[in-house]
Structure formats: structure tokens, C-alpha cells
């Protein structure tokens, strides 16, 4: 079945570490975001790509970081700069003008 | 830039009773219109979507919706909803000439009763 995973489900960060998100798609997308969702806030864009070896900030880029390597992958790494990482990350892919596809999410805690 | 917001952050209603989920939107262009559904700790999954054409959209589970464009909402609607209607809906806009910008409401939490 084609879709998209993310992986861990479930993260611990302790103070100053980095981490890093995995984001897979079988769906022969070009374009994939990374989201932030905090409660009652909604969804907000950290990072999309349209190609492969291009990415682009969104409207919280602060303390994140991105690769675009390969079609498939998306990964997001959450550096120690990012002073409030505590939230639920969700994945997503999309062929315009289509919507976009999620992935089912990882919810990264800081301890 | 375009923008959306949901009226509503939460909404109680008592099963097989019909419920709507408002969301207005502001953009200075033509839109594209989205409802999705998430399920707690899960990814969102689309419900429906506006492109162009019938301004009446149906979509999975019961859910149909209708572009205002006079009014600029997209309001979400159900006759009777069930038990398993249960979960936050978010309403998107994106603009046609820039697939890379899709901007979110806050969301409504739905909470259907017994």
C-alpha cells in the first residue's frame, strides 16, 4: 500500500541534544512539508520541499533543519537551538493541485 | 496571504443529531478549500476538497460542505452524526498559484454525546 510513515512514534529529547525525525513516502511525491502542532494552534509549516537536493523555510525554520537526499525521504532534525521542541511533528507529501497526503505522526517530548 | 478561521473551538452534540463546523476564510486571490479529521495522536486525513466546479461537496464518511465564495466560507456539515464522529476537524486554504503555501484553522474539536 502506498502512504507515508514516520517514525518514531514516540521521541525523548534530553536538554542540548539533537534529533532527527524520519519521513518516508511510497507515493511518487514531489513535494513534502513538516508541520508543528501545538494544542489549539493548528498546523504550522517548518520546512517543504518540491524536489530532490531543494528545500525551503516555512514559517517556523528556527532551530530545525532539513535534507531532501532522495524522492522518498524527508527527514527533520531538531537541533538543540529549538528552545520549546515539545510537540506532536506531522509529515506530509502532495502532487499539486492535490491535497496533501499526512503521515501518522511523531510526538517528540523534552525531558 | 491567505488565512482561515474556524469559529468554533469546540462543538458538543448529541449523536444522530446534525452538526456544522464553521470556517471563513480571507485570501485576495481564488482558493482551493480542504477539511480534514484527526483521530488522537494520528496524521490528518483528508475529508473533503474544493478545486473548482460544484460549489456542493461530498465527501467520505456522511461529510458534504459548500463553498460561499460571497461569503468566503466553506462550512462542514453532517445530518446525523455517530458516536465515531468524534475528533478535531481542520479546515485549509491553499492558493493556486503557490502550491507551497496551505495554511490551517485552529481546528474544532467535535464531541458527539450518547
Known amino acids: 500500500d502506498g502512504g507515508i510513515t514516520q517514525s518514531p512514534k514516540y521521541l525523548f529529547r534530553k536538554e542540548g541534544q539533537n534529533v532527527t525525525l524520519s519521513c518516508e513516502q511510497n507515493?511518487?511525491?514531489?513535494?513534502m512539508y513538516w508541520y508543528r502542532q501545538d494544542p489549539g494552534q493548528g498546523l504550522r509549516l517548518i520546512y517543504y520541499?518540491?524536489?530532490?537536493?531543494?528545500?525551503q523555510k516555512g514559517d517556523i525554520a528556527e532551530g530545525y533543519s532539513v535534507s531532501r537526499e532522495k524522492k522518498e525521504s524527508f527527514p527533520l532534525t531538531v537541533t538543540s537551538a529549538q528552545k520549546n521542541p515539545t510537540a506532536f511533528y506531522l509529515c506530509?507529501?502532495?502532487?499539486?493541485?492535490?491535497?496533501?497526503?499526512f503521515g501518522p505522526g511523531t510526538r517528540l517530548t523534552v525531558l | 496571504a491567505q488565512s482561515v478561521t474556524q469559529l468554533d473551538s469546540q462543538v458538543p452534540v448529541f449523536e444522530e443529531a446534525p452538526v456544522e463546523l464553521r470556517c471563513n476564510y480571507s485570501?485576495?486571490?481564488?482558493?482551493?478549500l480542504f477539511w480534514y479529521v484527526q483521530y488522537p495522536n494520528q496524521g490528518l486525513q483528508l475529508l473533503l476538497k474544493y478545486l473548482s466546479g460544484s460549489t456542493l461537496v461530498k465527501g467520505i464518511n456522511g461529510f458534504e460542505a459548500e463553498f460561499n465564495k460571497s461569503q468566503t466560507s466553506f462550512h462542514l456539515r453532517k445530518p446525523s452524526v455517530h458516536i465515531s464522529d468524534t475528533a478535531e476537524y481542520f479546515c485549509a486554504v491553499s492558493d493556486p498559484t503557490n502550491n507551497n503555501d496551505m495554511r490551517f484553522g485552529a481546528g474544532t474539536r467535535l464531541t458527539v454525546k450518547p
Open positions: 507515493l511518487n511525491h514531489d513535494a
Open positions: 485570501s485576495s486571490v481564488s482558493v482551493y
Open positions: 520541499s518540491q524536489i530532490v537536493n531543494d528545500f
Open positions: 506530509a507529501s502532495s502532487i499539486w493541485p492535490n491535497e496533501q497526503f
